[in-house]
């Protein structure tokens, strides 16, 4: 459980310092007008920058110790974590994506989606593929699976959904498990 959250927070923090470095920077430059989301976008980044380092020393001590209490104060720094993200994700969709799609270069959204991919295991990312599918309708996601490369779609099929699978149950003991591709 606490390796599969470490990953997880990883990733986060991967996916923003890739936004921060290779996509804002360059929507700032091509629509000044964006300036101020920009920076509360960024603003929003650097809390979750600062929870993520609250729970990683509590995560790594509840995995050496499984005490009680730690998990307890742990679950309550993911759900703050989560209540931070949900506002987050929602206004980067909604207010700052469309400016995104019209400004920066599909090149330049590349090199930011592929930032740090080497730092995060291809294990995990195929088996975090499973789960980002299952957030997605049965329409969408068959869309969203053959615009990913084959080899990617490969190693799906033959280790990532079963790693989602697993992923999930350690996530979410005793719930089922949502359908993906
Ligand atoms: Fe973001």
Redo the contacts with the bound molecule.
């Keep these: 459980m606490g390796e599969v959250l470490g990953n997880f927070d990883k990733l986060l923090h991967i996916?923003?310092e890739g936004?921060d470095e290779l996509m804002y920077p360059q929507l700032a430059e091509q629509a000044p007008a964006c300036a101020l989301h920009v920076e509360q976008?960024l603003e929003?980044?650097r809390q979750v920058t600062r929870r993520l380092e609250v729970i990683e020393p509590l995560r790594l001590r509840w995995m050496e110790t499984a005490d009680a209490e730690a998990g307890q104060e742990l679950a309550g720094l993911y759900a703050d974590l989560s209540a931070v993200l949900n506002v987050?994700?929602r206004r980067?969709v909604t207010e700052v994506m469309p400016a995104v799609d019209r400004v920066v270069t599909q090149q330049e959204l590349k090199k930011a989606a592929e930032h740090g991919s080497s730092q995060v295991s291809n294990k995990f990312l195929v088996g975090y593929l499973g789960m980002v599918l299952a957030t997605n309708p049965p329409a969408d996601r068959k869309e969203l699976f053959k615009e990913i490369p084959a080899p990617v779609r490969l190693a799906y099929r033959l280790i990532g959904r079963r790693m989602y699978r697993k992923q999930y149950s350690t996530l979410f003991p005793g719930r089922p498990i949502p359908e993906t591709l």
Excluded: N, P
């Design positions: 996916h923003h936004e976008m929003q980044h987050h994700l980067e």
